[in-house]
């Protein structure tokens, strides 16, 4: 995969004020060049053992293939979970436009970067 691909990063936060932290960290770092908040979702799992049922707030990120590393570490960082869901999904195809801005959103030779 190229370094300017795009990909769609999708993360499951405990609540809304941890997904917006979070959120807000990536861009203003340029991680990402959006993170849609999503409406909270019940989330059913296996964790250590046993079957959980929990509210979880979605977020999902924009970014590009060169900034993933950076963006996961950080996220990682933010995140009270000891295994977040961090699922990265390549961007196939989408309006070159929309493209063209997430890459640019996310240069980290931009803004002093």
Known sequence: MQPNSVLLV????PDADTARK?????VERRLAA??????PCQSVYRWQGE?????EVPLLIKT???RYGAL????CALHPYEVP??????VSHGLPDY????LAETSHHEAGH
């Not at 959006?34 to 409406?39: F, R, S």
């Not at 493209?99 to 997430?102: A, H």
């Open 10 to 13: 999708v993360c499951n936060t």
């Open 85 to 90: 869901e961090i699922i990265a999904l390549p």
């Open 34 to 39: 959006c993170v849609n908040i999503l409406a």
């Open 72 to 75: 996961e570490a950080a996220i």
């Open 51 to 55: 079957v959980e049922d929990s509210s």
């Open 64 to 66: 590009t293939t060169a």
């Open 99 to 102: 493209m063209s801005w997430v």
């Open 22 to 26: 979070i959120a807000s960290a990536l």
